[in-house]
């Protein structure tokens, strides 16, 4: 069992994404730094001035690349405590260092956050020297049951928020998998539709041909129409049908089809306008179905909402939708729920963008906006 969570842990990626350098962690290497000076100058207490000094100056801004590098940066990090605490050692002198050195406990952190398998062990024993330096330093028992509760909770800390960013990601992954499962199988009900046309004129061509041979060109004039819009749907499907799963050969529903969604609510009220004729499926499909989960979205979560308005607009070139209710917005706005991220994927997939979020004039606002042509 330890053998298989070695490898395991060796086979441990890098976490993907980390984030960018953001002014904060300039305000924080500066404050720490300032902090350092200060100490440097002002406090009387601090044994072996110069080297203590000269090392925090070198090692605070190395948090600086703490999520890019983590390994680099603890060993840079921890090197520095290290060079502290052998004199400390050698020479019997508690509390080398400014207390701004503190700030290196951020590296732990994004070791086991950010690095990969094989990162995160070289650096739990790059740690682990002068942690162990200095609780050998220490001259109580409680110092060292302290240092060794943090400095493992910070470890698991990291640990905690990699894995719980991993769970989170999965999730999403799902959500969007089946999204594009769902798309897949509304476009695969359309091409259906289309075939089953195609086939019904074909048998009117062929009943007609003997005795009225322009009925028949009309037919064949109805099926290249069908045939040409069936392969240009083909093109977007989406390739993760199983062939298990059952297909309705009924058309999907639409722009047509908004107006069913007043029946959820008296508060819901519906508006089209522009040109809307002519749309491919799976733009119709998209819309009502981006719709339809906002208008549920509202209805569930908006608190003393007196309207729910739908609006769909066709222009040049693209369809734009927005969902607004007057509700108070208690969706918090840094929440990404899963019906948001079908919705974000299901216009993606499309060519498109959703958007939702509170609205600046209240209540919560979701908009998208779909090309009236399919990618191919």
Known sequence: MFAAFIR?????????DPPARAWWDWALVGALLVTATGEAILRPD??????????????IP??????????????????GAMVLHIPAFVEDVVDVGLYSMAGIMLLPYALYRWAS??????????VAVPAGLGLATSQTLGDVIGGTTVLVAVF??????????????REVQQVRMLERGELAR??????????????????????????????????????EAEASRTLYEMRTMVRVLRDSEAADYAPQRGISD?????????????HRGGDLAGLPQPVEVAVYRICQESVTNAIRHSLNATAVTVGVTGDDGVVRLRVHDDGEAARPATTVGYGLLGMAERAKLLGGAC????????????????????PR
């Open 258 to 270: 908004l107006d069913e969604l007043t029946r959820m609510s008296p508060v819901v009220q519906v």
């Open 46 to 59: 601090v044994p072996m001035r110069p080297l203590a000094t000269v090392v925090a100056l070198l090692v």
């Open 186 to 223: 509304e476009l695969h009900d359309t091409v259906a539709h289309h075939v089953s046309a195609i086939a019904i004129q074909a048998q009117a061509g062929r009943a007609v041909a003997a005795t009225d041979p322009a009925s028949a060109v009309e037919a064949l004039a109805v099926i």
């Open 117 to 126: 398998g094989p990162e995160a062990l070289v650096g739990t024993a790059i």
């Open 8 to 16: 395991s842990v060796l086979a441990e990626p890098r976490a993907p």
């Open 355 to 374: 958007q939702a979020g509170p609205d600046p004039a209240g209540g919560w606002t979701v908009e998208a906006t779909l090309p009236r042509e399919v």
């Open 62 to 79: 190395v948090l600086l690349w703490r999520r890019t590098h983590p390994l680099l940066a603890t060993a840079v990090g921890f090197g």
């Open 156 to 169: 698991a800390l990291g640990a905690a928020m990699r894995y719980r960013a991993v769970a989170r990601q």
